[in-house]
C-alpha cells in the first residue's frame, strides 16, 4: 500500500528539490500523491494511474507533449484571473462593494465581489499562486507521462519556483492566493461545501507533521 502520507524523502532529495516539489503540494494532496518523491506515485505508479494521468493532461489541459506544457505554462505565467477583478472593484469601499453586491445581477458576480470584499488588502500577488501551484503539478506529471526528463522537470520547476519565490514570502501566502483561485476558479457555483475540501487540504499542508510545508522551510530554496 502506498504511504504517500507520510514524509521521508526515500530518494534522498536536496532541500531545494523537495521545496520546489512542495510547490505541487494542494493538487499532490488533492490527488493523494507523494510530496517527497518527484514521481507523484514514487514506485508504486500502476498503469491504471499512469493512464488517469495521461487523460487528466489531454482532458483538463490539452498536453500531450513538451510544446503543449510551454503552451500551457505561458497561459498560467501570464493570465489574470482574479487580479482583473480586484483591479476593476478594489478602490470600491466596503459599503460600496456590499450595495453592488447585493444588485441582483447574478450569483458570480456576487461570489466575486465577495470575494474582493473579503481579500482585497490580503493578496498582494492575487491569486498567482493558483496558477504557479498548478504549474508545479504539471511539471511532475509531465516527467510520469515522458513528455520530458528529469533534467528538464527540474529545470522547469526551478524557473517556476522562482516566481513563487519571488511573489510569496511564505508557504501560508503561496497557499493563501491558491485557494483563493480555487474560490475564482468555482466562483458560478462558490459555497462552503464546494471549497471544504480545498481548505481541508490547505489545513492539512499548514499544521500536519508529514506535511512538506513543515518539513521544508520556506528558505530552503534561494
Known amino acids: 500500500?502506498?504511504?504517500?502520507?507520510?514524509?521521508?524523502?526515500?530518494?534522498?532529495?536536496?532541500k531545494s528539490q523537495l521545496w520546489l516539489i512542495a510547490t505541487s503540494a494542494m493538487l499532490a494532496e488533492l490527488n493523494?500523491?507523494?510530496?517527497?518523491?518527484?514521481?507523484?506515485?514514487?514506485?508504486?505508479?500502476?498503469?491504471?494511474?499512469?493512464?488517469?494521468?495521461?487523460?487528466?493532461?489531454l482532458r483538463d489541459w490539452e498536453i500531450k507533449n513538451l510544446a503543449d506544457l510551454s503552451d500551457t505554462f505561458n497561459y498560467l505565467h501570464n493570465e489574470k484571473t482574479f487580479a482583473a477583478v480586484q483591479d476593476n472593484w478594489?478602490?470600491?469601499s466596503n459599503e460600496e462593494l456590499k450595495q453592488n453586491k447585493h444588485a441582483g445581477i447574478d450569483m458570480e458576480f456576487s461570489n466575486l465581489l465577495s470575494m474582493v470584499d473579503d481579500y482585497q488588502f490580503d493578496l498582494a500577488k492575487s491569486d498567482y499562486g493558483w496558477h504557479y501551484g498548478r504549474c508545479a503539478w504539471l511539471i511532475r506529471h509531465s516527467f510520469y507521462n515522458d513528455f520530458i526528463t528529469e533534467s528538464e522537470a527540474w529545470s522547469l520547476l526551478e524557473e517556476n519556483g522562482k516566481r513563487i519565490k519571488d511573489s510569496f514570502d511564505s508557504w501560508e501566502s503561496f497557499g493563501l492566493s491558491y485557494i483563493i483561485g480555487a474560490q475564482y476558479w468555482k466562483s458560478k457555483e462558490y459555497t462552503e461545501v464546494v471549497m471544504m475540501e480545498f481548505k481541508n487540504n490547505i489545513n492539512y499542508l499548514l499544521s500536519n507533521k508529514n506535511s512538506p510545508w513543515l518539513n521544508v522551510d520556506w528558505n530552503d530554496f534561494e
Do not use: A
Not at 518523491?37 to 494521468?53: A, E, Q
Open 32 to 57: 493523494k500523491e507523494y510530496h517527497d518523491t518527484l514521481l507523484p506515485h514514487h514506485i508504486y505508479s500502476t498503469p491504471l494511474l499512469l493512464k488517469d494521468s495521461k487523460q487528466c493532461l
Open 1 to 14: 500500500m502506498s504511504k504517500y502520507h507520510t514524509f521521508e524523502n526515500p530518494t534522498q532529495l536536496s
Open 90 to 92: 478594489e478602490l470600491l
